[in-house]
């Protein structure tokens, strides 16, 4: 099982912007799709983007479509998402996740492996 430490997260006004990194251990990384999910106080976590083992195909929830980007970078284990235009509908905590399958823009079906999460907090 793959271990991911999510860093990154912070506190920033309404129109800011951060990205958020998630390292991955594990020689197996680079054949895994990846992806973020987030949950705000009081709802279930929810989907927000995953990227496919090369790179070459994302797919983002409706929401963040045109503000967030997520990226991956094999050599150094790690996938990043770039968060812009950020709302305070964004706050929330966010969790990188490891061998996803079956995902599309409403989520995914199988979800391998967690991180901790690291809280993001938009201000108005």
């Known amino acids: 099982q793959v271990q991911l430490v999510e860093s990154g997260g912070g506190s920033v006004q309404a129109g800011g912007s951060l990205r958020l990194s998630c390292a991955a251990s594990g020689r197996t990384f680079s054949s895994y799709v990846m992806g973020w999910f987030r949950q705000a106080p009081g709802k279930e976590r929810e989907f927000v983007a995953a990227i496919s083992w090369t790179g070459g195909s994302t797919h983002y929830a409706d929401p963040v479509k045109g503000r967030f980007t997520i990226s991956r970078d094999n050599a150094k284990n790690t996938v990043y998402l770039q968060v812009n235009s950020l709302k305070p509908e964004d706050t929330a905590v966010y969790y990188c996740?490891?061998?996803?399958?079956?995902?599309?823009?409403?989520?995914?079906?199988?979800?391998?492996?967690w991180g901790q999460g690291t809280q993001v907090t938009v201000s108005s």
């Open positions: 996740a490891a061998d996803l399958s079956g995902c599309s823009g409403y989520g995914c079906h199988y979800i391998g492996s």
